[in-house]
């Protein structure tokens, strides 16, 4: 992590910090599965009408053109030129659509993939990193406890990672929109924007927006705020949010989801999942419950996982995909695991043994134990070349190869773990290395 | 495989489609780290410089540009501009010299991603497709005996997929080179081209063209072309080349070195790797031993797996980096799979039991159930609906998944296997399914 990206926002890892990045994928794509979540990939590239349907983002979209194109061939912002992802759920939407007749809703997905976006090269953000995005998504109407379902399966897969301790801050935009009507603002997306930025510029000039932006009385401002204030780790917001006052049915709608979310969490995951009501998120899409996390401790990083219901995620005639769903930033997490958090595998290479060679000729003989071995799903390696056995040993060192094979000229067979040093007779048949050096661990330095 | 891409050469799997191309990428994975192999990914961008460096290819690249570029942003051919990358080996030569103080050498690497080439869109060939990679690569040099390793690795991976019978085919460029400067022929990349053209054109067109294009005699094309009709499965081709009455010096080294793969390879896996000296590869960076791959009975498909030996896969100052590596086309592989192989999954999700609800408030226990299990490794969904029986186990059924699991308001289990009807008392804390059904298999319909 001392490196830096030789291209400003597009990193690269070591072979060791790739190791842990596949952890973290595998032990993702293992939970998932667990719960029943199929894998799909999409194409890496939508049309720009695709992309730009929700408006506001062409300026993080990286546009494709043949370098030789042909006169005529569509590019730049017309709407049928070509355009990398800028997230997954715009081509999942599309996914959903065209091959609607082929799934079985609710169809429930995960996917782990790159998105690009085409930021300032001096911002020095992330222009390419990966994703890992779950999602049900049902045709016509998809069951709330879905959105339970969901909270459940996130702490389950962010508590299988090695990332200490994490947060998710579940809200529920009905909650909050109900809220501000019963306080008599109609205008709730503007007082949701406002209300957004209170982690970032605080009560006093959130209210002041709220007052020039949404029209608000002094009152309605300091309600709003009192509302966005309230996170317990129980149900006990409810009572928090009733103590204010409004009276509105979306509230009350809003209030029984979230009840119900952090109700079940509270059972299956104590002191994860919390109620939050500062929570927005600026997607638009999002109806009724929205997830945020963070790392305990590492807050200022923002959200690594977020995402939330939204009634409409595609639709096809008069048919609607109502679905609910949350997206982990892979990179921006294993980017802070690699460099805070000190994480890193026990060895660079998945090899366990480096079979050593008497002279040249053994290298056949040499193939057959390495063949018995990786029949037992141990990684080896053969050496090229009959070095000094010292050479051959230092070998094995510098690539953190645990142990080294050699074989006598009378065929008899011994096994040297190179940290200790201890050698012991071994059968190429029936030999295993200790279960903690099949393969690489992830271990914190 | 009836459906048509959205996008054409933009192919995108159905869930039970792409646990067969799951399969085949992680049995690769699992065979190259057997055989001591790190993984890495590379950035999906290089600089238009870095990808055009070796000239001819610039009508198969996709330019980046940003949707809304400020003045002065480099595009198109710009050489500082960004563009995707269209093989593997590129970016991993660039990799190599940018990380080479933290590699260890001879550097065992794969890599499984996706790449891109901007072909005319009515060509009807893949625009977006997944490589899977492997090279070794040393530091000033690398001993011969990692050719004959990698046949050896090739042949295990891709006799692990079920793809059924396939051959390697192996030749040696300086064995060409060497027998044409011995027969006078000194052009000898222009004889290689026009050799290269024999499985398409045929014998009498390609003398015609080496007449005409390198100035060869009858009797030198002649030669030529009795050298590329030797194909061996044994180690006799190296008898009918001297035969051919043909000396020189690097024929000689040629013939050594392709000796040696074929006799380890036809120790190893016999009848899998034949020597075939009509195979030439149109890159001109290979120095030594190429290989071809193709499947018993698709060769019309073309090769499935290339690669070579190369002196110079990157250069930083005085220092060479020479490798050797192979290339399988994963998407083209597992598209005649799918379209001809009739290989699928056995069920398309990867839930093996679905737990029912008898009421909405039995949702919660259901969950305790679905935890036990998964803790055993089993995939679970929980109903989310306590609809009738009926309706449940048909949900199961038009999912694929094959047992339903009841808890009884007693709080006794039964489980349903729902192909074949038969319910038993069950234990969350101890059942599990039958192997074959833990996980999606992969089958010939």
Redesign the interface.
């Known amino acids: 992590m001392a490196?830096k990206a030789?291209?400003s926002g597009?990193?690269?890892?070591?072979?060791n910090e790739?190791?842990v990045e596949?952890h973290v994928q595998d032990t993702l794509r293992r939970t998932f599965?667990?719960?029943?979540?199929?894998?799909?990939?999409?194409?890496?590239?939508e049309?720009?009408g695709q992309l730009l349907r929700k408006g506001e983002i062409?300026?993080e979209?990286?546009?494709?053109?043949?370098?030789?194109a042909?006169e005529g061939e569509a590019a730049?912002?017309d709407p049928n030129a070509?355009?990398?992802h800028f997230d997954l759920t715009v081509p999942f939407a599309?996914?959903v659509v065209?091959?609607a007749g082929?799934?079985?809703f609710?169809f429930?997905?995960y996917q782990i993939q790159?998105v690009?976006r085409?930021e300032?090269p001096q911002d020095g953000r992330f222009r390419?990193f990966t994703q890992a995005d779950i999602d049900v998504v049902g045709d016509g109407a998809l069951?709330f406890?879905?959105d339970v379902?969901l909270a459940?399966v996130i702490a389950d897969a962010l508590g299988s990672l090695p990332i200490g301790e994490f947060t998710v801050r579940v809200n529920n935009r009905k909650l909050a929109e109900g809220f501000y009507r019963g306080l008599g603002l109609e205008d709730t997306a503007a007082v949701l924007r406002s209300v957004d930025k209170l982690e970032k510029i605080g009560p006093d000039k959130v209210a002041e927006l709220l007052i020039s932006e949404t029209g608000a009385t002094e009152d309605q401002a300091r309600a709003a705020l009192a509302l966005a204030s309230i996170r317990t780790a129980d149900t006990s917001f409810a009572e928090q949010v009733r103590a204010l006052g409004v009276q509105h049915e979306l509230l009350d709608e809003g209030l029984a989801e979230l009840t119900e979310v952090i109700e079940?969490a509270s059972?299956?995951a104590p002191g994860t999942v919390v109620a939050d009501l500062s929570i927005a998120r600026g997607l638009d899409y999002y109806t009724g419950t929205v997830y945020e996390t963070v790392l305990v401790g590492h807050e200022k990083l923002g959200s690594i996982c977020s995402g939330g219901r939204y009634e409409s995620l595609a639709s096809k005639g008069n048919r609607v995909f109502p679905g609910v769903g949350l997206s982990i930033g892979v990179s921006r997490l294993v980017s802070r695991l690699l460099a805070d958090g000190g994480l890193q595998a026990s060895r660079?290479?998945?090899?366990a043994v480096l079979v050593a060679l008497n002279d040249d000729d053994s290298?056949?003989q040499a193939?057959d134990v390495a063949?018995a071995l990786?029949a037992r799903?141990?990684?080896?390696?053969?050496a090229?070349?009959a070095e000094k056995f010292g050479k051959q040993i230092r070998y094995a060192d510098?690539?953190?190869?645990p142990f080294v094979w050699f074989t006598t000229a009378e065929g008899t067979h011994e096994v040297k773990d190179i940290r200790s040093g201890d050698q012991v007779a071994a059968d190429p048949q029936s030999w295993t290395p200790p279960a903690e050096d099949l393969q690489p661990g992830i271990t914190t330095s």
């Open positions: 490196r030789s291209l597009f990193p690269e890892w070591l072979p790739r190791l596949l599965e667990l719960h029943g979540f199929s894998n799909i990939e999409t194409r890496a590239v049309t720009v062409d300026k979209v990286y546009g494709l053109s043949r370098l030789q042909e730049g912002t070509l355009a990398l599309r996914y065209e091959n082929h799934l079985a609710p429930r997905r790159k690009w085409g300032r390419e069951p406890r879905y379902e459940l079940a059972r299956r660079d290479v998945p090899t290298w056949y193939q063949t990786r799903g141990i990684a080896v390696e053969v090229a070349k510098r690539r953190g190869i």
